[in-house]
Structures are given as structure tokens and as C-alpha cells.
Nanobody, 129 residues
């Protein structure tokens, strides 16, 4: 089974930027739709961003739209989350997720956590004011 490993989480000042990366273990990565979620203690996992298999379609939560950008590099087996203009409320553990779609031309994006079958272990992002 494909595994995902996140990296890049750290502490940063409000207004700063951070780039998270998630690396997959298999080349079938290029047939997966991708997502990023975040979670704070005591709350449900929250959708952040999603990206289609073909890389052309994205979806963002209202809270990060215009500040965050999701991308993928199938050659490197990675998905990145570029986070700009960070706010203290962005503090959370960030998870990448993947859902197998099969077709390289697939355009679907998924905002619900239940759709995803592969998850990373998470990386902590802390934004201080």
C-alpha cells in the first residue's frame, strides 16, 4: 500500500510563509487525487485543499482561499502545500491524503475526509502572533 510522509511543519510568525511537502512511496501516486487537511485537539479534521489527478482542478476551504496553494510533482512523488500570510488560527497538525482514481485524466476533487484512503502521519504547524 502506498504510504505518505509529510514534512516541513514548524513554528512561524503570523504573516509568514511555510511550505509543507508530502512524499509518496509508490509511482502509482500519479493516479491519486490529493488533499490536505488539518486538525486541532478536540476538533474534527478540517478540509484545507484538494487537487485532481490531472493537476488542473483545485478546491480550497474558504478560510485558506487566496493564501494557500496545493500542487503536485508526479516525477518526485510529492504534493506540496504553500501557505502564505499565515494566521494564528492556521495552527494545527496538517495531513496529506490520497484517493486512488485510476485514470490520469481524472478531474475530480474531494473535500470530505471520508473519501480518502491513504493518510500521512501529520506535521505540526504553529503560527504565533
Amino acid at each position: 500500500q502506498m504510504q505518505l510522509v509529510e514534512s516541513g511543519g514548524r513554528s512561524v510568525q503570523a504573516g509568514g510563509s511555510l511550505r509543507l511537502s508530502c512524499t509518496a512511496s509508490e509511482r502509482t501516486f500519479n493516479k491519486y487525487a490529493l488533499g490536505w487537511f488539518r486538525q486541532v485537539p478536540g476538533k474534527e479534521r478540517e478540509f484545507v485543499a484538494a487537487l485532481s489527478v490531472n493537476g488542473a482542478y483545485t478546491q480550497y476551504s474558504d478560510s485558506v482561499k487566496g493564501r494557500f496553494a496545493i500542487s503536485r510533482d508526479n516525477g518526485k512523488l510529492t504534493t506540496d502545500l504553500q501557505m502564505n500570510s499565515l494566521k494564528p488560527e492556521d495552527t494545527a497538525v496538517y495531513y496529506c491524503a490520497a484517493k486512488f482514481r485510476g485514470s490520469l485524466r481524472d478531474i475530480a476533487v474531494f473535500a470530505d475526509a471520508q473519501s480518502y484512503t491513504r493518510w500521512g502521519q501529520g506535521t505540526q504547524v504553529t503560527v504565533s502572533s
